[in-house]
């Protein structure tokens, strides 16, 4: 077993596709069957369930894709340690929408114009996406809330966020949520925690939300509750910068509710050369 072929494995698995991942490394697709089939052998596993000339990672399979991403990972630390070359290759990050939209632009372009030799990507989605392409080694690292509790992960704080309700302009004030038990809410799916978040200020004040719709979007949610079809939690910076914001009422909720960590998160056998560049450019905690 070396690297190529460890290399060569990581390829066919993130493309799923031999030929892909032939293009990808510079090889004809032959020669990477041939070296897989290799390393099966050596390890005495299949690390791929072929069917129908279809190719699926096998359960020993994905473990030991996880293996090989840190121990990839780990060669480049080290040569970049000895050589001082300037990180390359590629960061896939994720982020909340919000974050995308607020906090992190200016911070991911002067890590562009500091590292161009690294290939950033940038995926948004709920926090419990996030969080689960960061565990399963999809993404590098993820801007998200917390709090979390996973001892495989670190974080690096980036800033709080205010959470307020917002409700159709004609609504009355919103105090607490016992004056709102059965509205309807506009949200994110089941696994984003600012959902998780709304829904627990119902059940501390002994209520209970109405129908909960499930949005794609800030803006889509925004827009709902400007047509008088309910309320919602959005942070106060994103709802600042959105047109139609001055259409629906803002309402403060109590401190236990108030304020929501957003912070970059990774697993803490993952810290690569390409991620440790962006810490260093975020600054210390």
């Known amino acids: 077993m070396d690297f190529t072929q460890l290399s060569m494995f990581v390829s066919v698995v993130e493309t799923g596709s031999i030929s892909e991942a032939a ?25 791929f369930i072929r069917e129908n000339q279809r190719l699926r990672v096998s359960p020993a399979g994905q473990n030991f894709y996880q293996y090989s991403k840190r121990l990839l990972a780990l ?23 919000s974050t995308a939209a607020i906090r992190i632009p200016e911070l991911l372009a002067r890590f562009n114009q500091r590292y161009p030799s690294i290939q950033l990507t940038l995926t948004t989605g709920p926090s419990g996406d996030m969080i689960e392409s960061v565990l399963n080694g999809k993404l590098a690292a993820a801007f998200t809330d917390v709090p979390f509790k996973n001892p495989a992960l670190e974080y690096r704080p980036l800033c709080n966020e205010e959470m307020v309700i917002i409700a159709p302009g004609s609504h009355p004030p919103v105090h607490r949520a016992r004056e709102v038990d059965g509205a309807s809410l506009y949200a994110f799916k089941a696994n984003c925690s600012y959902r998780h978040h709304f829904e627990s200020w119902f059940q501390a004040d002994n209520a209970r939300p109405g129908h909960i719709y499930e949005m794609e979007s800030w803006h889509g949610i925004l827009a709902c509750v400007i047509a008088g079809a309910g309320l919602a939690m959005i942070p106060r910076a994103m709802l600042a910068i959105m047109p139609g914001a001055h259409q629906v009422n803002i309402w403060p909720v109590g401190e236990a509710w108030r304020w929501r960590e957003t912070a970059l998160i990774w697993r803490k056998d993952s810290l690569t050369p390409q991620l440790r560049a962006l810490l260093n450019l975020q600054g210390p905690s």
């Open 23 to 47: 293009r990808q490394v510079h090889r004809v697709p032959s020669n990477l069957t041939t070296r897989i089939r290799q390393l099966e052998e050596e390890l005495g596993v299949n690390l």
């Open 75 to 97: 060669a480049n630390e080290a040569r970049f340690s000895v050589t001082g070359d300037v990180p390359s290759g590629l960061l896939p990050l994720g982020s909340l929408e």
